[in-house]
């Protein structure tokens, strides 16, 4: 991407594209060309001024969090997360019931963004929220979100767990590079990641 450009311009370029290909085609009926290309012209102005609210929200939550007792305890603020990365260990059943004693649950991983902050942010090998059903080979986010994305080690994803019955687990290991999910027994102790949502609707 060119970083020269605004991170909305490359999207617009996109809008743009398309409704020209769209206005271009022999089988589209439009009762109000007209209007249509009115509200076409809008467009480039309501994504701007919509990314501008965005952009006024994430700054309302930064000086939010910064009242709240958890930013001298600890967390970090990025994008509408907060994190809280330990100095200690614990087994991820441990780490979990940590996380959920603060409001949060140990981090799920649901973009690059995120993958790349944690990777800039750890030091140790780390508890993410991801791991197995007992007794199954579904891998779930404690949390409850929908695995989108992944950073395995090694592909394909580990489907087994190492004994019968037992849970799998997820480390994040910093030092592996940008692909650095590793299975690990949950019992192991280690250092963990908590996260918060900020966005409304969202723990």
Same mark, same amino acid.
């Given at each position: 991407?060119? #970083?020269? #450009?605004?991170?909305?311009? #490359?999207?617009? %370029?996109?809008?743009?594209?398309?409704? %020209?290909?769209?206005?271009?085609?022999?089988?589209?009926?439009?009762? *109000?060309?007209?209007?249509?290309? /009115? %509200?076409?012209?809008?467009?480039?102005?309501?994504?701007?001024?919509? =990314?501008?609210?965005?952009? =006024?929200?994430? #700054?309302? !939550?930064? $000086?939010?969090?910064?009242?709240?007792?958890? $930013?001298?305890?600890?967390?970090?603020?990025?994008?509408?997360?907060?994190?809280?990365?330990?100095?200690?260990?614990? *087994?991820?059943?441990? $780490?979990?019931?940590?996380?959920?004693?603060?409001?949060?649950?140990?981090? @799920?991983?649901?973009?690059? /963004? /995120?993958?790349? !902050?944690?990777?800039?942010?750890?030091?140790?090998?780390?508890?993410?929220?991801?791991? *197995?059903?007992?007794?199954?080979?579904?891998?779930?986010? &404690?949390?409850? &979100?929908?695995?989108? *994305?992944?950073?395995?080690?090694?592909?394909?994803?580990?489907?087994?767990?190492?004994?019968?019955?037992?849970?799998?687990?997820?480390?994040?290991?910093? @030092?592996?590079?940008?692909?650095?999910?590793?299975?690990?027994?949950?019992? %192991?102790?280690?250092?963990?990641?908590?996260?918060? @949502?900020?966005?409304?609707?969202?723990?």
């Amino acid at each position: 991407m060119d #970083k020269s #450009k605004p991170h909305i311009e #490359k999207p617009l %370029e996109h809008l743009g594209k398309r409704l %020209e290909e769209v206005l271009k085609d022999p089988g589209l009926k439009l009762n *109000t060309p007209k209007k249509t290309a /009115e %509200e076409a012209i809008k467009l480039p102005a309501y994504i701007k001024h919509a =990314d501008k609210k965005l952009q =006024d929200h994430r #700054k309302s !939550y930064y $000086a939010l969090f910064q009242k709240t007792a958890k $930013a001298a305890n600890g967390w970090n603020l990025s994008g509408m997360n907060l994190y809280y990365i330990s100095k200690g260990k614990k *087994t991820w059943y441990d $780490a979990e019931n940590f996380c959920v004693s603060r409001e949060s649950h140990l981090a @799920s991983i649901l973009s690059d /963004e /995120e993958q790349n !902050y944690l990777n800039t942010q750890l030091s140790e090998p780390s508890w993410i929220g991801l791991s *197995t059903a007992n007794k199954g080979d579904n891998w779930e986010w &404690s949390d409850g &979100s929908k695995l989108i *994305t992944e950073y395995w080690s090694h592909h394909p994803r580990p489907s087994k767990v190492s004994r019968k019955g037992d849970r799998g687990c997820t480390l994040i290991n910093p @030092s592996m590079g940008s692909r650095n999910w590793i299975y690990a027994n949950c019992h %192991e102790p280690r250092n963990w990641v908590c996260k918060e @949502s900020l966005a409304v609707g969202k723990k």
